[in-house]
């Protein structure tokens, strides 16, 4: 079946320093795939996302491109700052036909960002 | 995009009890989806709900657990019932196909 992987962490970086939160997928079709992040405190909110294959997307400075030959889905960021302190959530959603989908999240990487 | 909110936010809830959560949408959607994130890990859908039709639960979930109510397309409710500490989670509203939003969550602790 379907599955994310992403990297364990907790992850801690200076402020400015550069980041990457690895994930891989595994689908048997073609899925799209999701960055999500959730704040102390908060709901999961959409960072970003990619359709189809070689598709970038990006946000606040965040990006992640849909690389199919390695179905990989890493998301980087060149700075980070203290705000960015959060966890951050790969997902994919897969197509069950008739405009449903399938959702699959993987376990989650938090980040913790010092000053 | 669609703003969510859920109640409770957090309870503390004792065995054998349940709780009803909450969720309203500021637009009317035609999916809600509820899911379960517990400590320490990741997302797990518990069971979709239109509006008018009985909700479909995933694989390990049923309905006399988990009863959810959608009254209209604003509004659900999700009942965990007769709780264990093995419920305690975070219970999260959700509503979109591709690029869903989620509510800000429901924190669950079961003594």
């Known amino acids: 079946g379907n599955s994310v992987t992403q990297m364990e962490g907790p992850v801690t970086l200076s402020e400015e320093a550069f980041l990457t939160i690895n994930c891989t997928y595994t689908?048997?079709?073609?899925?799209?795939l999701f960055w999500y992040v959730q704040y102390p405190g908060e709901g999961l909110q959409l960072l970003l996302k990619?359709?189809?294959?070689?598709d970038k997307g990006s946000n606040k400075g965040f990006e992640a491109t849909y690389r199919k030959e390695t179905t990989s889905f890493h998301l980087e960021k060149g700075s980070v700052q203290v705000s960015d302190s959060a966890v951050y959530f790969c997902?994919?959603?897969?197509?069950?036909?008739?405009?449903?989908?399938?959702?699959?999240f993987g376990t989650g990487t938090r980040l913790k960002v010092l000053a | 995009s669609a703003v969510i909110s859920q109640k409770p936010s957090r309870d503390i809830c004792q065995r054998g009890t349940s709780l009803t959560i909450q969720c309203q949408v500021d637009?009317?959607?035609?999916?809600m989806f509820w899911y379960r994130q517990q400590p320490g890990q990741s997302l797990t859908l518990i069971a979709t709900?239109?509006?008018?039709?009985?909700?479909?639960?995933e694989s390990g979930f049923v309905i006399d657990k988990f009863p959810i109510s959608r009254p209209n397309l604003t509004f659900s409710t999700l009942t965990v019932s007769n709780m264990s500490p093995e419920d305690s989670s975070i219970y999260l509203c959700?509503?979109?196909?591709?690029?869903?939003?989620f509510g800000p969550g429901t924190r669950l602790t079961v003594l």
């Open positions: 637009s009317q959607v035609t999916m």
């Open positions: 709900a239109n509006q008018g039709s009985e909700a479909t639960y």
């Open positions: 990619a359709t189809k294959a070689d």
């Open positions: 959700s509503v979109g196909e591709q690029g869903k939003f």
């Open positions: 997902a994919l959603s897969d197509t069950l036909g008739e405009g449903t989908y399938k959702y699959i």
């Open positions: 689908a048997t079709g073609y899925p799209s």
